[in-house]
Nanobody, 127 residues
């Protein structure tokens, strides 16, 4: 299984970006997926999650500004980021873990819960 992120870049505060996570070698079915980020000198943190049933969850880090979605036919997950702030500057990663039932995803929030990871895409927000 291979995950490839794209869509990162440099934007000014208040700008928007859409990150893409393409998944290869795994057909979307019975999975939990998530977006994580790691800022310099900080631990990697989860910010948004989606399961194979389409249910989404967000952490307190990005209330109302980010939108996670997926295209099951294209084996792709997205993260739309609006109203970006300098504190959003980080390397962004996508991750996936196969599960027998999507209900298990409710408790999957830590990076150790996820099995496969992408290499990351850098997002830099200037003030």
């Amino acid at each position: 299984v291979q995950l490839v992120e794209s869509g990162g870049g440099s934007v000014q505060s208040g700008g928007s970006l859409r990150l893409t996570c393409a998944v290869f070698g795994y057909a979307f079915s019975g999975h939990c997926m998530g977006w994580f980020r790691q800022a310099p000198g900080k631990e990697r943190e989860g910010i948004a999650y989606i399961d194979s049933a389409g249910l989404t969850r967000y952490t307190h880090s990005v209330p109302g500004r980010f939108l996670i979605s997926q295209d099951i036919a294209e084996n792709t997950m997205y993260l739309r980021m609006n109203s970006l702030k300098p504190k959003d500057t980080a390397m962004y990663y996508c991750a996936i873990v196969p599960v027998l039932a999507s209900r298990y995803c409710r408790s999957y929030a830590h990076e150790s819960d996820y099995k496969h990871w992408g290499q990351g895409t850098q997002v830099t927000v200037s003030s």
